[in-house]
């Protein structure tokens, strides 16, 4: 049975389960170590919600998945050119995982960015290692747009870009 989801702008209160949200799914994922500064990163939610859009997917009245949405320029933003909505930290709560909710969060974000006035397309950046996010990528749309790769600055990790054209 399909689960029906809303798709939101976070509101403070949801701060809290959104911060847990992110941590748990990327520590299960094992992308990092619960000391590795990237963590803190992801856990400052509320910095998050100032500088940039971040959204949560509810369904039964539970937050069960967080995502951070930036435009070129912006302090969260690490590759979206102009014309690009450009989003971060897709995280679904564990306890929610292979239940389709990351494909219907990019669904949304896709349904939502094509009503975003002078936004003709979506990019992400990738981990090299992440191959599951890679299938569900290609398999909405998304195409490898591998002269934008780039590496973590000061470290020997290469990042991957997929970008979904609304025109193309």
């Avoid at 995982?97 to 009503?115: K, N, T």
């Amino acid at each position: 049975m399909p689960v029906t989801i809303t798709f939101r702008r976070a509101a403070p209160a949801d701060f809290p389960e959104v911060r847990r949200i992110t941590r748990d799914a990327y520590l299960r994922a094992g992308h990092f170590a619960a000391d590795h500064p990237y963590m803190s990163v992801l856990e400052d939610v509320e910095h998050r919600a100032e500088h940039a859009e971040v959204w949560v997917a509810e369904t039964a009245g539970k937050v069960v998945a967080a995502v951070t949405l930036t435009f070129a320029g912006q302090p969260y933003s690490e590759i979206a050119r102009d014309g690009e909505l450009e989003f971060r930290m897709l995280a679904v709560d564990p306890a929610h995982q292979g239940s389709g909710l990351g494909r219907d969060m990019v669904r949304e974000i896709v349904e939502h960015a094509r009503q975003v006035p002078g936004i003709e397309a979506i990019s992400i950046t990738s981990a090299t290692f992440m191959e599951r996010a890679h299938r569900l990528y290609r398999s909405l749309g998304f195409r490898r747009v591998p002269e934008r790769d780039w590496y973590v600055p000061g470290e020997d990790v290469l990042l991957w870009v997929f970008r979904l054209d609304f025109h193309g």
